[in-house]
């Protein structure tokens, strides 16, 4: 049997004497001595050494509960180099017989610990091997998404409390958590003695300021601002998936440097980045949402946050990015997001009451995940969401709920995929109760986001605003923010007016503007109106306005810069020289002085991209639907490829690659509008 040591024994000769903080020392003796624990901390490693050191000092065995998949199979080796522990990895990759021995070995004490994700527990396979564990100390990373109150919620969390009934203590750990969701887990967790301890969550040393623009230009005159003296590396984060990708292009179109959008990379893509971003390969990333610090994160002066968060949980997680003697966190935010001078007036502030509202599968969306996700073949979340238009995010919900009622059985799960079969009808009690649940979620969201307006318009030292919100005390130290030393802020001009990037394959480009934003059935943008005159009521003065200003950006964008030949993209039918992307074509040829080539026909009969639902079948449609004739003005040259609507990006890329095979050296893409399909993964 392992002999158990005490902290001190542990911490000798690892750390120098003095290293170990107070409140990790205090965790970890809750622990040693079967007792749990609620440990707030936004440091992941002052997190993970709390319960590492109570594994290595003999509480053992020990279940891991980690958010995801990613490098479990590294976090289970690192335990066994640096503790001499046995330690596995529960994945639902796994065959069946594989899991049955995995789950006998565990059973008869021959692993130290197990890792597991969260959602892998509801695969019943995953869900016995860890029961029969046994487990003396359960350990349940991001706990706050067991409390209806977090805005990271997930029923899927509930199953790792099915792994606490027999077990010694339980440790739940949060980067932060508000009075509300604290109480929530103490509850949880009850009659198991646990106590609430906090660390760190107080940032003294974090400058905090709060902007308040009236558009999109000052907006973004006020980001670039930013990077004049250029910071070594910076995040940015948006409220919308379609904003990061712009001010990802944004950045990088103006300011030269390298910014990567992190919203559409699965998760190899997204581990390159982050590495290529620790060593300094990649300057800027953009995302949405909020990222937590990891080993070895570098210094972060600049941290910016574009948009009203929906929570000041949310910020506060933005503003924990921030490393650096001088690190800023700045706020940015457009007066479209808050129309009511009274802070006290939170409907009048659009922006937060639909993020609100958004919140969690309707009771109609049940039906829908249901219909699409049982099959007994495996689909991933994407697929999903594909079938049924829903957010991811909402997917993994209304799964995990369906899952809990037994409606639902999955065969297997991991963290974005599913195998499964159906269960116990969908009954109108269900529904009914889930309707119940969700407007439980959606009046705890509410009530975060009132603090929003708070905290912006607070007259007083923004810093304890925040602590006073959340529930954490100030510790010593002088405040910056912008209430207590307020300095003028640097704005630069730019030269490129307000747009969005596109991209297909290899080839990018922009768009002036969005054809139509999330729930407007109508364009609300100049461009967007522009366009449908033009295309549905042929107005060639729309089209001569919309061409001035595509022109601009031609003059303006150094993507453009040298650009050798204008092409228009050809219609499915119809006279092409009236065209609507002909006539854009020849108005920006004559106004910027590049010639205008037409060299690209139609090759086959096809249906209308706009009657078409899926990126799938408007690939297949426009598939060979181009040939190139007189080749020869456009060999070696760059071409600036033009059309009036991005939708999938399909049209555009099998334009750009017929230039390509006939001798075009590159091509650079420009639309008046673009379309939600465009907010999509590229083709």
Known sequence: ???EHSVDDIMRGRFPQGDLSPTVRSVTERLLSDRSALFIAPDPAERELSWRLAVASGVLP?????????ALDHRAERLARDHDLV???LRANLTDHALDVLAGQLAGGRWDAAFVSARSLSDPRIARAARMMTPRLLVMEHAHRLSVHSRQYEPAWLHALDCARNTCCVLALSDIASADVCADLIDLLAPRDCRTILSGLDRPGVRIEVRRVPNQPQQDKHLL?????????AIIYANQQVEAERLAALIEDERGFDSVDLTNLNNEEFGATLRRFREGGVRVLVTTGALEPGPGWPEIPVIASVG????LELLHRQMQTAHGDQACFTLIHRDEDDDEEDEGEYERWPQLERAALQVGPDAGHLLAIHAAAVSEERLSSFEISRRTGLHPDDIAIGLSALIRDGVVRPLARGDDWIRARAGQPLSTPILERWARHVAQIRKARRAQAREIPKFVKARGCRRKR???ALGYPLSDGECRCDRCRPKAPVRIPIRIPGGYPIKTGNFRGWALALYRRPGDDEPTEGPGMLVEKLKYEHEEGCGRRLAWLMHRRVRESRTYRDCDVI?????????????PAALLGREIGRLSDIPVAEVLNPAKERRPQKELTSDSAKRRNISGAFEVVSAELIDGQIVLLVDDIYDSGATMHEAATALVRAGARDVRMLTAVRTAFGWRRST
């Open 1 to 3: 049997m392992r002999s």
């Open 62 to 70: 020990a279940l891991i509960v980690a958010p995801s998949e990613r």
């Open 87 to 89: 330690a596995c990895h």
């Open 225 to 233: 601002g930013l990077f004049v003296d250029p910071p070594p590396r």
């Open 308 to 311: 009203l968060p929906d929570s």
């Open 466 to 468: 925040l602590a006073e």
């Open 567 to 579: 092409v228009a993209v050809p219609p499915s039918s119809g006279d092409q020289a009236e065209a």
